[in-house]
């Protein structure tokens, strides 16, 4: 978001008794001094499935069935994002530990607004990731969401914080509330657990199971203008990656997108995506390859 702090801070609060919308806030310093990394909004309107502001589903079509869930690990705390912060006054002070975890409350999601920003651990926001955010859990920690109103349930990641208004407790990633049937509506009441490599994945409802068959995609830029995506292809392979074959040969939506790969899990992906980001300074957007 491009707004400074303060108008940010005065547009939310105006919207906030009409959206309960949660924040997209740039870096803020508490009383302690400890900077919060960005943060995001939800859906503000539940009736009808309106958004906040120009947030909301991606543009194209993307079958969220194909996405497996997250797999909880035993990966060491963020470097960021595990301070205490101060949002609206309030004092958040994050867990030690989330074993033994378990609350019951609403669940909203944010989208395409946000997709490739950073989240309060440092990872990129992707909507068609596994991921969510909360409030005071560690980062990372593995939860499983469980709807109550139609039984399905999903693994995912927690890595970065928000909600912080009203009764909600946890932010999904687009693909998580897709697989929980909750993006139309908006929120739904969920039983948020903390789950770990011990546990497995837990058993899951609904039409929605791990696919050890998808790929992934690095999709590194999209350009209306071919002649600029023949640049970057070119610039990329002269790194040695191997590019997506149909990278700068056709127009997808009206763009000549540029990827790499495919790979065959997104760890693989990722590390060439940071590869990427080290050796061009291009922020690179893993995609499912469909």
């Not at 990966?75 to 309030?90: C, I, L, Q």
């Not at 909507?127 to 999903?154: C, D, G, S, Y």
């Not at 590019?243 to 760890?267: C, M, T, W």
């Amino acid at each position: 978001m491009h707004l400074s702090g303060l108008a940010c801070l005065l547009l939310c609060l105006s919207l906030a008794t009409l959206a309960g919308c949660s924040l997209n806030l740039p870096e803020i310093s508490g009383r302690n001094g400890v900077s919060v990394p960005s943060q995001k909004a939800s859906p503000a309107s539940y009736s009808g499935g309106g958004y906040y502001k120009d947030d909301g589903p991606p543009s194209e079509t993307v079958d969220v069935a194909r996405i497996p869930d997250a797999v909880p690990q035993n990966a060491p705390r963020s470097r960021t994002g595990n301070n205490p912060y101060e949002v609206f006054g309030k004092q958040y002070v994050p867990m030690e530990s989330a074993h033994g975890f378990e609350q019951t409350g609403y669940a909203s999601w944010y989208g395409k607004k946000f997709h490739g920003k950073r989240t309060s651990s440092g990872e990129p926001y992707d909507m068609f990731a596994m991921t969510a955010a909360h409030p005071t859990l560690p980062l990372p920690t593995w939860i499983r969401v469980f709807n109550h109103e139609n039984q399905r349930a999903v693994v995912v990641k927690v890595n970065d914080r928000g909600p912080f208004l009203r009764e909600r407790i946890v932010d999904l990633s687009f693909a998580a509330a897709t697989k929980l049937d909750i993006v139309r509506k908006g929120t739904a009441r969920v039983t948020i657990t903390a789950v770990f490599p011990e546990d497995g994945l837990g058993e899951t409802t609904g039409n929605y199971q791990n696919n050890a068959s998808i790929q992934y995609l690095v999709q590194v830029g999209a350009f209306s203008e071919q002649a600029n995506a023949i640049n970057l292809r070119l610039e990329l392979a002269g790194l040695g990656l191997q590019l997506h074959p149909r990278s700068s040969s056709e127009a997808q939506n009206g763009l000549f997108v540029v990827s790499i790969g495919p790979f065959d899990s997104r760890d693989e992906a990722e590390t060439v995506r940071q590869t990427i980001l080290a050796t061009t300074g291009k922020q690179g957007i893993i995609r499912v390859h469909q």
